[in-house]
Each structure stands twice: as C-alpha cells, then as structure tokens.
C-alpha cells in the first residue's frame, strides 16, 4: 500500500468507567495495507477497533480516516465514512437467510454485490437460503465477514475471525483474507494466532496491558516471531 495513509490512530486513551483500558495508543493503515493487532486476551485489541469505530469514547488523542477526523464521532456515521466492524461475537441473525444476513449491509454504490461476496466465500454459495443458526461456526465468520463487505467499505475491522474455528477453517479464513488483496479495501486484523497473522499482514503492532509496545512488517516477524511470541504466551 504506497499510495498514503488511510487510517491514524494517534495517541489515544480510553476507558471503562475509572479503569484506563487504552494508554497512548498510535498506528496508522496505509491503502490496501492489512495491519494485524496482536496481543494476549485484556491487552486492548478489540478497545482499539471499538474506538476506530466510535463504539468506545476516546479521552485523549485522536483517530482520523482518509484525512477527516471520526473520533467523537457516532458509530453510524463512521460506518457510512466507510469503515466496517466485525465483532468476535459473529452472532447471525439466526432467523435470517444467509442471503439476508449478508445483504443487511448493502448499500447503494457498493462494489460488492452477493455475487460478489460469494466469489470470496464458495463455500456459502450453496447455502444462501439457509438460516443463519444452521451454519457452521467457520460458515457463520465467512457470512459475517461478507456482512461487513456489502456496504463497500474501504476499512475493515476484524475482531479475531480465526477464534473457536478448527485448523483446517482457520486456513480457509486465511485464504480469503489473502484474495481480498486484491481489492481497493484495508484490514486491521486482531489476532491472538500468530501465524494466521503473519500469513496476511504487511505490518504487526503488539499491544501489552493497554499500549503499543512492538511495530514491525509481517517480514521481520517472520524471521523473529519469538518478539512477537513473548507477548502472546503467558510467562
Ligand atoms: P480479548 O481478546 O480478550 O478481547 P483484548 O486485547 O481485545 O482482549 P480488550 O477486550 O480490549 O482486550 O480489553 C482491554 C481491557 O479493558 C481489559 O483489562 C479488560 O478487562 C477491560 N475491559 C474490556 N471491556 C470492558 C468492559 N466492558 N468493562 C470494563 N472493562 C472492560
């Protein structure tokens, strides 16, 4: 991603009533970048992509995307600025088609249509009129991860897309973060799994009990993945 930044989280705090949960916290996404967030459990991941999308107050400092400053921000507004969010929760509207848990996001303009979307996600593509509820956990992240593409965003947020999901499913969501390349779209990855990360990322930011304490590119992490490793085991 030469062509400029896109995202600047710069400095930031944030909170949970009197407890700080976020201390000066800065990175910044560059165009088609795929920047991935990791970091034990508690260490301030999802904070982060909660406050990039106005979900959590910030207190100090300040997130801007494409130049234009979104934090104090409402959520709604960011999302139409051209951000979406996919929790780790990846709950679908279980009496919904997956047809119409994805299509929920559309919006007039997007790139990405259902045809679209499935050409990511083969493995959906036959089960368009099920219900949400009788998908797969794998099945259920892909349909989420399509939700959070409909609008046609130009960042995507991911919240631990490869948790709870068996090896061989991980792979797969792995593959598909890989094809999104290709699209005008960025990605700040949380993960806990190292290798899925190191796999799709250009750069890695390590976050510890609240800050920022390693930046390198997915290269250097790759030839010393113990720097990133000590922040994710538990010593
Ligand atoms: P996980 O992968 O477990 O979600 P994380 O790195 O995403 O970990 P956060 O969920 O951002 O970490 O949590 C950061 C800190 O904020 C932790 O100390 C956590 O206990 C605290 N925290 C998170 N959510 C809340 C909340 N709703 N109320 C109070 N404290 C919270």
Redesign the pocket.
Known sequence: GADGRLLDVEAIDAH??R?Q??FNVSFDVGRREVVALL????????????SIMGLNTVSQGAISFEGNRISGRRPHEIARSGISYVP?TRDPFSLLTVEENIMLGYRDGSPYDLKRILSWFPDLAGLIQRRGSQLSGGQQQMMVIGRGLAPGPRLLLL??PSQGLAPVIVKMVGRVLAELRGEDLSIVL?E?NLNLALSVADRIVV?EN?SVVDRLSAEEGRRHPERIERYLTIH
Not at 39 to 50: E, Q
């Open positions: 949970y009533g407890s949960a976020l970091g034990r459990n508690g260490a301030g991941k999802t904070t982060t992509l909660r780790e919240d631990e949380v806990q976050m609240g």
